[in-house]
């Protein structure tokens, strides 16, 4: 490589405030896994180039630029963070790979509300790619800066070395494939392969199969992460390289384009699944849309269930009645606690369609038909009759799947309409016409049947776990927690959610109450007996997250690294379970743990405290179990801490 000039001014390619790469909010980029660099908060929609020289690459969905000047310094210009979801959209480039430019010459402009608005980060990120061979140090000046101002300058290696053999780089990808290759399990585990700016993602059949160490040693590779449902292999700025050398091995139909990660999900190569894996694969995309439905959510719901629980101990006899049902203070209260399960359908739709793709507004404007005040009141009255079938009006507030199925037809409809109409008509037609069907189809079919298949599953789910009694309580208790340790639990989700949508209530949830509890009280064991100050610090930490509802801290920062600690508290969660489904205990909210308490009281009856005393006797047997086990037999200081457990991906996030 000849020599190089000693300095390379560089410009910012944006208007806004400069931010030291180490806090930008992406990992890859903050470790400078990519290279040397800054980044930068936009306050303005131009776009210019930071160095004179040639593009080399533009993203086929346009968040990032490449840059190579002429004495072979490479810049990478990052616009946003996770903004490939975005499939380019907000982007409007007038630079291809081969142009030349000057710095400071404009390459596009992008619209930051319109990434904003899908919750993304405007961040945009610049780095010399080959930092190690050709930068000696970079200087970056603080402050608030005009796009095509001077923002860094490059202090540049008086020589850069021998340039490398092509072969011999070519090898050196083709080894850490191959090796990659074989760590992930081989061609029989991969389902296909893409890559983005810095990373080569594999999805796999069995994504707990890889040999992370193995991979870890190669030369080429940063670091593995799980995250998306994919195997993600770290490699920097030589990541296509590394994945054209995978590519060449696996062979063509393994491969993809840079592409958002939610919409890869399904192999480009032979489906060789058998019809059990094609099933599995089914029911998990299911799981996945229901339970990424209903996660925005959630918490929501969960507040909500803590105010009206609380209001009906406002209004307990027992209490002298402090708020009475007719006053204006608890109509308030009572509407702010109310709305979210009311106008749960109007939620559920515009969750909807942001996982499967759809348009959240159409979907939003369903839900709301659905809900009409005009529509409401006509619940089990009938619609009409064609023959001898007799159309009846439903209720949809607090209803769940009959708006997924609405969201998922309103997103097929759309599709096929934006196919079939010209281009002047789908703005004000596509719209027009889903709503108008997909309410009808909704109101008059889909609703009604879904509605009573629903209720009929709220109430077998309870009748089963009543006649049960105190053996589902003790297999509930007993094994809840080991499902969320493989991601199972989110299977569970919606029964928990279907019954309080339906019935008003859950016998499930408040067996499941006593899991948290028990984990968390656990995990206070170890925070009183540790004099380890991190494990103090950390444990103390995680069991307060437990009691208010939120067990991943203590499962995977603590319990399961101590495995007695975990198992002690399985066991407390038995005694509390057993309990719980021998008296029959009922919650009416989502909240769980020491902190959804008010969720046992009963909105429709105040005065009955039979659930409320279930709950105390039941979470305090949980506590004092899983407390003591863990102090006398789960946890000493002299045991050696197991390795960190990952937390299951979230299938309705992929």
Known sequence: ???????????????????????????????????????????????VAPVKGTITMVAETKHAIGIKTKNGVEVLVHLGIDTVELKGTPYHLNVRVGDEVEAGSEMGTWELNDVRNEGKQTTVIVVITNSNEVLEKIEIVNKTIDAGAVVATALLKATGGEQRDSKTKNDRFAKTAETVIAAVGGPDNIKSVIHCISRVRFYLKDINQPDDDQIRRDENVIDIMRAQGQYQVVIGPDVVEVYDAVIDQLGEEYGGEDRPDTTANKPV??????????LKDGFDELIGVITGSMSPIIWSLAAAGILKGLLSVLTMPQLGEILAPKSTAYIILNAIGDSVFFFLPIMVGFAAAKRIGGDPIIAAVIGGVLVHPTLTPLAGKSLGMLGSFNFQMVQYSYSIFPMILAT???????????????????????????????????????????????????????????????????????????????????????????????????????????TMISQGAATLAVAIKSKKANLKSLSFAAAISAFCGVTEPAIYGVNLRY???????LIGSAFGGFITGLLHGNMFGFAGSWIGFASFFNPTN???????????????????VGFVLTYVWGYSDKMEIGQKVDKPVNPGKN
């Open 563 to 569: 495995r007695r600690v975990f198992i002690s508290g």
């Open 606 to 624: 105040p005065g009955d405290l039979s659930s409320f005393y279930i709950f105390l006797i039941s979470s305090v047997v949980s506590t004092i």
């Open 1 to 47: 490589m000849k020599k190089t000039e000693n300095k390379l001014k560089i410009v910012a390619p944006v208007k806004g405030k400069i931010i030291p790469l180490n806090q930008v909010p992406d990992s890859v980029f903050a470790q400078k896994m990519m290279g040397e660099g800054f980044g930068m908060d936009p306050v303005d929609k131009q776009i």
């Open 408 to 514: 998922w037809l309103a997103f097929k409809i759309e599709n096929w309409l934006k196919k079939h109409l010209p281009n002047y008509l789908t703005m004000i037609f596509v719209p027009f016409i889903t709503i108008l069907a997909v309410s009808a189809i909704t109101i008059y079919i889909t609703g009604p049947v879904i509605i009573g298949m629903s209720d009929g599953l709220a109430k077998l789910v309870s009748w089963a776990l009543v006649r049960s009694g105190w053996v589902s309580g003790i297999l509930i208790g007993s094994f809840h927690q080991v499902l969320v340790i493989f991601g199972l639990h989110w299977g569970i989700q919606p029964l928990v959610i279907n019954d309080i949508a339906t019935a008003g209530h859950s016998y499930l949830n408040a067996i499941i109450c006593q």
């Open 269 to 278: 190569g032979p489906d060789n699944r058998n019809l059990l894996e094609k």
